[in-house]
């Protein structure tokens, strides 16, 4: 059974950063998509940013410029840099695999971690 990670959240000021961290056990992820997703307190789930099994990354238009998001196979891993923070990108963030193309849509993706809050105040 595929376990998704998360580890890195906590609370920053207005401006800080964190990184994020994904880990999978029980399954090399290679050839799957992994994105990062978060949901604020009443708020539906939104797409962050995801990698696909090569290279490709995407963004979200929200966070463009100051979060990267990387991938490294060797260790089963997935991170999602975090720079200039704002209170709101205050959400618990979720990490997530796909069995193909990334996608968009929260639905779409059939792992999920338990998530890890981050929290930005002014």
């Known amino acids: 059974q595929v376990r998704l990670v998360e580890s890195g959240g906590g609370s920053v000021q207005d401006g800080g950063s964190l990184r994020l961290s994904c880990v999978a056990s029980?399954?090399?992820?290679?050839?799957?998509?992994m994105g990062w997703f978060r949901q604020a307190p009443g708020k539906e789930r939104e797409f962050v940013a995801s990698?696909?099994?090569?290279?490709?990354?995407y963004l979200s238009d929200s966070v463009v410029g100051r979060f990267t998001i990387s991938r490294d196979k060797a260790k089963n891993s997935l991170y999602l840099q975090m720079n200039l923070l704002k209170p709101e990108d205050t959400a618990v963030y979720y990490c997530a695999a796909r069995d193909g193309i990334p996608k968009y849509e929260p639905t779409a993706y059939e792992l999920w971690g338990q998530g890890t809050q981050v929290t930005v105040s002014s």
């Open positions: 029980g399954r090399s992820l290679d050839i799957y998509s």
């Open positions: 990698h696909s099994w090569s290279t490709n990354t």
